[in-house]
């Protein structure tokens, strides 16, 4: 079965960057599109873009084009978010979850289990 | 950017009642529409993916129905595993997830 396994709380100062990461197991890594998900504190889903772990394409929102990084390491099974600028708004619990795939392209179906980043001075 | 919208943002209802939840797109979507199901704490599940399509081992009182710019979420037949916070979210121009609503006990 497909598990998606995130590393833990973070707490950074603002301005700083974190690395979160998303080790997969239960399916072929390369064959479906990872997302990352970023959600506030008591709000909603917000999406922040997608890899392709097979090549390493990524696809950004706009509202964190420039800010976030994705990449992914095939040998590992693992994806990684690099967030940069860290803001106090930035304190979220953040998702990795892998794409339906086949026709269903950009529908988040398993999920991992969330890790949280807290900003902080 | 397509902008998806819910409502009602709260609905108070009780065990066995019938649960309706809308949702709308800004633009049309077709039918690239998915519906979540949120507990506190806890990841997003997948209930209905491509407006009407439930997920593996989604129970048949979720349903799905829409397509173009208005979606509905339907519980018949509530349970108490239910109360949650339900997300629609559009997939067909990049990925956009509508504010939520809650259901929650009466």
């Known amino acids: 079965q497909v598990q998606l396994v995130q590393s833990g709380a973070e707490v950074k100062k603002p301005g700083a960057s974190v690395k979160v990461s998303c080790k997969a197991s239960g399916y072929t890594f390369s064959d479906y599109y990872m997302h990352w998900v970023r959600q506030a504190p008591g709000q909603g889903l917000e999406w922040m873009g997608a890899?392709?772990?097979?090549?390493?394409?990524?696809t950004y929102a706009d509202n964190f084009r420039g800010r976030v990084i994705m990449t992914s390491d095939t040998s590992t099974s693992t994806v990684h978010l690099e967030l940069t600028s860290l803001r106090s708004d930035d304190t979220a619990v953040f998702y990795c979850a892998k794409d339906f795939g086949g026709v269903e392209l950009l529908l988040p179906s398993d999920w991992g289990q969330g890790t949280l980043v807290t900003v902080s001075s | 950017d397509n902008q998806m919208t819910q409502s009602p943002s709260t609905l108070s209802a009780s065990v066995g009642d019938k649960v309706t939840i809308t949702c709308r797109a800004s633009?049309?979507?077709?039918?690239?529409l998915a519906w979540y199901q949120q507990k506190p704490g806890k990841a997003p599940k997948l209930l209905i993916y491509?407006?009407?399509n439930l997920d593996i081992g989604v129970p048949s009182r979720f349903s799905g129905s829409g397509s173009g710019t208005e979606f509905t979420l339907t519980i018949s037949g509530l349970q108490p595993d239910d109360f949650a916070t339900y997300y629609c979210?559009?997939?067909?121009?990049?990925?956009?997830f509508g504010p939520g609503t809650k259901v929650d006990m009466k």
């Open positions: 491509r407006a009407s």
């Open positions: 890899i392709n772990p097979s090549g390493g394409s990524a």
């Open positions: 979210q559009q997939y067909n121009s990049y990925v956009t």
């Open positions: 633009q049309s979507i077709g039918d690239y």
